[in-house]
């Protein structure tokens, strides 16, 4: 029950992430404010973030104030063009199946 959701959540932030660099807490903002979910919690967003780098579609590339604590987080990114082919790590989030396959598979 929880894999179909999570699929959804980072194809939905990967939507709102865009070529923008944001933090958790800005894509969850935006989330938030587009009523794609129902109040604010980085919980949403956070872990997926962590997934989609581990699979190497986003990146951090900095740290910067957090918009509702005075902490900083991290900066996310899609990751630069790797590998001979020249293709991005995120164009698997144009074949959600296929990223799927890579985060279930690391997970096993």
Known sequence: AVLPKRAARCRLILETLGNRELTASEITEE?????RIPYF??????????ELK???ILTT???RKATRSDATEAVWARAEPSGPT???AAAYADNPTEAEQMTLGSAT
């Open 86 to 88: 020249g293709q991005t």
């Open 61 to 63: 590339v900095g740290r």
């Open 54 to 56: 581990e699979i190497g």
């Open 41 to 50: 919690n980085r919980n949403y967003v956070a872990p997926r973030l962590t």
């Open 31 to 35: 989330l938030v404010a587009a009523g």
